[in-house]
């Protein structure tokens, strides 16, 4: 959950609740640039601010729902395929909303948008880059697909059936580790250091995808990092910025293991 605060300027941004439930001598308050908390864990900001802020939130949200099928369907046989593409987008954006709803309202509550995972995409790049997953090689051509042939359709498919259940063999060991209380006992090994280097090693295979869409029309990509401006400079949760404490939010979880 992120939270509201002000800086020296007087506009606002994103803090932790960890950073709120500190208090001015662990961490709210002033911190070491003068930024200051403007709301804490339980207060409510007026309807309007709260519009604006569920806006920014999409906005940051929708350009990683978006991605993850457009990265997806060159692995799929489907770049030259823009109807299904469209639905592949359309599908993440409706499951996206139903799981949203449904932690929202059942789930733990925190005020974030459920979307699309970047963890899942290396393996899955990686699985269907086999000799035995590789696209047939007049998919490559725009003017040999014919998108409703039961042909193509049968292709991207059957590539689509097997990252299904490879996901849903992958998520149910992640639920069985959430259930089991071992997360607990990792956290005591789980610090910092462990997690920087992991995010970036997710990341760094979908550099040449993100260079690749990205260099088709740089305007377009400049553009996308605008919503990302307010926040990148203001207090967010889990990212180094010298205004939360990192080894003491670490310390607090372990606290409550």
């Known amino acids: 959950m992120s939270m509201i605060s002000q800086d020296e300027h007087g506009s606002s941004c994103h803090s932790s609740p960890a950073h709120a439930a500190w208090g001015p001598e662990e961490g709210g308050g002033t911190g070491h640039s003068g930024t200051k ?7 409510v900001p007026p309807w309007y601010l709260c519009i604006l802020l ?46 949203t709803l449904l932690q929202v309202l059942f789930g733990v509550r925190l005020p974030i948008i459920q979307g699309g995972t970047f963890t899942f995409l290396t393996p899955t790049l990686a699985m269907l880059s086999l000799p035995s997953w ?3 090689a007049w998919t490559q051509n725009a003017t040999l697909v014919n998108a409703s042939s039961p042909e193509f359709i049968q292709v991207w498919q059957t590539r689509m059936r097997e990252v299904q259940g490879t996901i849903i063999v992958a998520s149910s060991f992640q639920i069985f580790v959430g259930f089991s209380g071992l997360i607990g006992f990792l956290m005591r090994f789980i610090g910092p250091l462990t997690i920087a280097p992991t995010i970036t090693l997710v990341a760094l295979p979908l550099f040449e995808s993100a260079g690749d869409m990205a260099g088709q029309h740089w305007g377009i990509a400049f553009m996308s990092f605008l919503p990302l401006k307010e926040q990148h400079r203001c207090t967010i949760c889990g990212v180094g910025l010298e205004t939360i404490r990192i080894k003491e939010l670490f310390a607090n979880m372990q606290r409550y293991q």
């Open 134 to 136: 590789k696209c047939p």
């Open 54 to 99: 569920g806006l920014q939130h999409f906005l940051t949200a929708i350009g990683g729902l978006v991605a993850v099928p457009l990265i997806l369907s060159k692995a799929l046989c489907l770049q030259f395929d823009l109807l299904t593409q469209s639905h592949l987008i359309s599908t993440i954006f409706f499951v996206s909303g139903i799981c």
């Open 37 to 43: 908390l403007g709301y804490i864990v339980t207060d």
